[in-house]
């Protein structure tokens, strides 16, 4: 995990998903790739996700970085957990996220946990069903992510206070 900054100023830390050798066969051999799938964020709302492809690792995650820094959403955090349990879908990996007490932790796997992590959740728990492949996860869990609204949002929607909106 190393410490990016981002053209707007952001203090953003990348966390390395996964890393995918490629393989073409050609008339002269095997010609080998790698495809790097990043998460960056600043552990406080802001997460982008980015693919990276290249002949070394090292050029391929840095790829991954830039393309990350120019693909940043804002998160609604409350308290460190989400405000609302919500479910997304992508290719064929399902992901469902929900807000948890605090001191839970992130009860998450793999690509989910590495995604809420960055966006700064520290309480959640979170469930993925169908595929694994962590390119689709990593894509299903932003997509769960951008769904979230904030309770300030909804409150101001509902015509009410904060404070009601958690009251029911």
Avoid at 12 to 17: A, G, H, S
Avoid at 91 to 118: F, Q, Y
Wanted: glycine share 14%; no cysteine; net charge positive.
């Amino acid at each position: 995990m190393n410490r990016v900054k981002s053209a707007n100023g952001l203090e953003l830390k990348d966390r390395l998903v996964a890393i995918n050798r490629v393989t073409k066969v050609t008339k002269g051999g095997r010609t080998f790739t790698f495809a790097a799938i990043v998460v960056v964020g600043n552990e406080d709302g802001i997460i982008g996700w980015g693919l990276g492809k290249a002949g070394e690792v090292t050029t391929a995650i840095a790829k991954g970085v830039e393309a990350a820094k120019k693909n940043l959403f804002q998160i609604p955090v409350h308290k460190g957990t989400i405000p609302h349990e919500q479910t997304a879908r992508f290719g064929g990996a399902r992901v469902m996220i929900k807000p948890a007490s605090e001191g839970t932790g992130v009860k998450a796997g793999g690509a989910m946990r590495a995604v809420l992590e960055s966006v700064g959740i520290t309480d959640v728990l979170a469930k993925s069903k169908g595929s694994s492949n962590p390119h689709n996860l990593v894509k299903a869990t932003i997509a769960a992510l951008g769904e979230l609204r904030s309770p300030l949002e909804v409150a101001k929607v509902r015509g009410i206070s904060v404070e009601k909106v958690f009251r029911g």
